[in-house]
């Protein structure tokens, strides 16, 4: 079991950044891929951004230009770094773990490969 904790969301005006934060347990990093990922009410968890075990990432196209997945090993805590804000990316931000260990999956954005979720923090973006 790997427990993971997201923080940073918060409301904001387009055009804001926010850098969320994923907290997770020592060597979470070096053992699992790590994914980032939003949902809205009736719609379907979309993949933002992962990075696996060899540091390979993968972006969404429509964030690729905007969001920054980032991880800091001492801390044990992944990053998504969120620059030009728009208001649909008002969401459910949650991060997410996926094995096998060491972790090369492919396609690293797909919720269905990720088998531990943290809680989620909300982002609102208004216009």
């Known amino acids: 079991q790997v427990q993971l904790m997201e923080s940073g969301g918060d409301s904001v005006q387009a055009g804001g950044s926010l850098r969320l934060s994923c907290a997770a347990p020592?060597?979470?990093?070096?053992?699992?891929?790590i994914g980032w990922f939003r949902q809205t009410p009736g719609k379907k968890r979309e993949g933002l951004a992962g990075?696996?075990?060899?540091?390979?990432?993968s972006y969404r196209d429509s964030v690729k230009d905007r969001f920054t997945i980032s991880r800091d090993y001492a801390k044990n805590i992944l990053y998504l770094q969120m620059n030009s804000l728009k208001p649909e990316d008002t969401a459910m931000y949650y991060c997410?773990?996926?094995?096998?260990?060491?972790?090369?999956?492919?396609?690293?954005?797909?919720?269905?490969?990720?088998?531990?979720w943290g809680q989620g923090t909300q982002v609102t973006v208004s216009s």
């Open positions: 990075i696996d075990t060899d540091g390979h990432t």
């Open positions: 020592a060597d979470t990093h070096s053992r699992y891929c």
């Open positions: 997410a773990a996926a094995g096998p260990i060491p972790c090369r999956i492919r396609p690293l954005i797909e919720a269905t490969r990720y088998s531990y």
